[in-house]
């Protein structure tokens, strides 16, 4: 089955840094990748829709300044957490979907982000 | 406004006890279906999916329905155990194409103690 890899799977860093999280498609190539944001006990938020090779479309709400989204591969997208604050500190997942919408059912496993 | 209702919100039972979970949906047009099971701190498993022409899909004690003409659809565990203690959500897709996004409910958290 498609594999969706996300990394790192934790990460803490200091408020005013910034923090890089990529998420891979490993046998299958992603033309559309999700982000989400999950807060504790909340369903999954999503906050932006990148296609490769094209700039990603934000959710209402989301600073696209803030969380940058590269999709540069048919299999890599990056999201940076740019000057991150304590309240940016949550759960941020990634999925991805090939031209068929057949893989978009695979998550990557998380990433953890706490700033302080 | 498409939207996903998931109940129960929560819901605790003995090991080995069945449950129904439900969703109830209005996303229009509807493409598919899915459950998905996510522990604490991962990222969310695919159990079932299935599409407008789909009744019922297993998964080993996992058993999804849809009506969708009701728009409804329920998630049945058998002999429960341990590890189903999650976080189930259902999520309904539109077709492919377009601005295609998909709509999360809120899920279920199960509790199963021993």
């Known amino acids: 089955g498609a594999v969706v890899s996300q990394h790192p ?4 860093c200091k408020s005013g840094t910034s923090v890089k999280i990529e998420c891979r498609s490993l046998d299958f190539q992603a033309t559309t990748m999700f982000w989400y944001r999950q807060f504790p006990k909340q369903s999954l938020m999503l906050m932006a829709t990148s296609n490769e090779g094209s700039k990603a479309t934000y959710e209402q709400g989301v600073e696209k300044d803030k969380f940058l989204i590269n999709h540069a591969s048919l299999t890599l997208s990056t999201l940076t957490v740019t000057s991150a ?7 941020y ?3 991805a979907r090939d031209y ?17 | 406004k498409n939207q996903v209702e998931q109940s129960p919100q929560s819901l605790i039972i ?3 006890k069945n449950c ?3 969703c109830n949906y209005t996303v229009s047009p509807f493409s598919n279906l899915r459950w998905y099971k996510q522990d604490t701190g991962r990222g969310p498993v695919s159990l079932t999916i299935m599409t407008f022409s789909e009744n019922t899909k297993s998964n080993g004690r996992y058993t ?5 003409d009701t728009k409804q659809s329920s998630l049945h565990i058998t002999a429960s155990q341990l590890s189903d203690s999650a976080s189930y959500i259902c999520v309904v897709s539109p ?7 998909p709509t999360f409910g809120r899920g279920t958290s199960l509790i199963v103690h021993p």
Request: hydrophobic share 35%; proline share 4%.
């Open chain 1, 9 to 12: 799977s934790r990460v803490i």
């Open chain 1, 85 to 91: 604050h304590p309240e940016d500190s949550s759960f």
């Open chain 1, 93 to 95: 997942i990634c999925s």
């Open chain 1, 100 to 116: 068929y919408g057949y893989t978009e059912a695979f998550f990557g496993q998380g990433t953890r982000l706490t700033v302080v």
């Open chain 2, 14 to 16: 003995l090991e080995g």
């Open chain 2, 20 to 22: 129904t979970l439900q």
């Open chain 2, 64 to 68: 999804a329905t849809l009506d969708a």
């Open chain 2, 95 to 101: 077709p492919s194409g377009g601005s295609y996004i």
